[in-house]
């Protein structure tokens, strides 16, 4: 199984978002979710738990996580491991 640092967890959730962006159908379901607008999206970017909501909104989805893994040769289990990582993914077992 792969492993992912920080640079990698971030780069993912990046490349993420721009294959969403190139999609308007899942740019919209994105959007409508979030409920930021697309002239917000790159402000949104620096915000602390915006790149793990990213991650979180392809691991929700099952076929668009599968989709966009097929399409870039990308582990999916990387999603999970990456989102831990991020600030605002992080899941504490309580």
């Known amino acids: 199984m792969q492993k992912i640092d ?9 490349s993420s978002l721009v294959f969403l962006s190139q999609d308007g159908e ?4 994105f959007l409508a979710l979030t409920g930021i607008t697309s002239d917000q999206i790159r402000i949104a970017a620096q915000e602390p738990g915006f790149l793990a ?10 076929p668009t996580l599968l989709r966009y893994c097929t399409e870039t040769g990308t ?16 899941q504490e077992a309580y």
């Open 6 to 14: 920080l640079d990698g967890a971030h780069d993912l959730a990046i």
């Open 26 to 29: 899942l740019l919209s379901r």
């Open 53 to 62: 909501g990213v991650l979180q909104f392809y691991l929700a989805h099952e």
């Open 75 to 90: 582990d999916p289990a990387l999603f999970q491991q990456a989102l831990n990582l991020l600030p605002g993914g992080r």
